[in-house]
């Protein structure tokens, strides 16, 4: 019996069956909500499959009821403009927002400890000096660190964060980075932080795991990538732990199979060099 040898060109375009599709990624896959509390977990992926994935996340999480509300919740969280119009009131000052946001998710606390509550989050997240102002009146970088204390404010068991970093360089991401951190330190119900990057050293400087979605079937997850480095990590320090080049070049692997081209176009060059 005769059989052809196959190019790589016609290995790499041959469709997936859907028995194998099934059966590396069944439908029933488990979202471990349990055993990722407190954890952030840094999402990569085609943007169309984190969008699925989000809004599967958000349905298994109870945060709304029906999969049409739940992409509609997935597409408001990452889109970092809709979502600050919608958190931000230019009348406010971030003191204000604050307090008022923790007023509403923790009616039984006292006023006292409502004030606590709001100096902590400012603190956090970096805000203290601008407490006083509204949103109109900072930096964009400002505005960012204030959706990002209201969201974890809010104290929901899961928290999607729109990719606050994106277009962000130097001091500015640093800011973010550590507003993120110190948030998750201060938050008054442990959570689970969902964050999509599009970036390797990113992904394993912020996250605990990271989810590399699959593209067949769409927005499952196609492979879990633990980060076996101490939580409390220095971005100067981390790409030396023995652990980050292999967690490293093992997402760059996953990645040139999982990225769409407009999503690979958009990384930084030197992001692929070791």
């Not at 060109?9 to 407190?38: G, N, V």
């Not at 509550?117 to 956090?124: F, H, M, N, S």
């Not at 981390?238 to 999503?263: H, Q, R």
């Amino acid at each position: 019996m005769l059989m052809k040898i196959l190019s790589y060109r016609e290995l790499t375009e041959m469709p997936i069956s859907p028995a194998i599709a099934k059966a590396a990624f069944p439908k029933t896959e488990i979202l471990d909500f349990a055993a990722w509390q407190d954890e952030l977990i840094t999402v990569m992926g085609q943007t169309s499959n984190c969008k699925k994935f989000y809004t599967r996340i958000i349905q298994q999480a109870d945060l709304t009821t029906g999969e049409k509300e739940a992409y509609k919740v997935t597409l408001n969280n990452l889109d970092y403009k809709a979502l600050e119009g919608a958190l931000l009131v230019n009348s406010a000052t971030f003191y204000n927002h604050l307090y008022s946001i923790i007023s509403v998710y923790n009616p039984f606390l006292l006023q006292e400890e409502k004030v606590a509550l709001t100096e902590k989050y400012l603190t956090a997240a970096y805000l203290q000096p601008h407490s006083s102002f509204t949103p109109k009146k900072v930096s964009g970088t400002v505005r960012k660190q204030a959706v990002l204390a209201i969201l974890f404010a809010m104290a929901n068991k899961v928290v999607i964060l729109p990719n606050l970093f994106d277009k962000t360089t130097g001091t500015e991401k640093e800011i973010l980075h550590r507003s993120l951190q110190n948030l998750r330190q201060v938050q008054t119900q442990a959570s689970t932080v969902f964050v999509l990057t599009q970036e390797p050293e990113e992904a394993i400087y912020l996250g605990n795991r990271i989810l590399v979605l699959s593209n067949q079937p769409a927005g499952l997850i196609g492979e879990t990538v633990p980060v076996a480095i101490p939580k409390l990590r220095n971005p100067l320090l981390v790409k030396e732990f023995p652990n980050f080049k292999t967690i490293y070049k093992k997402l760059l692997g996953l990645l040139t199979d999982t990225f769409a081209n407009e999503d690979l176009l958009s990384l930084p060059p030197q992001k692929f060099i070791l």
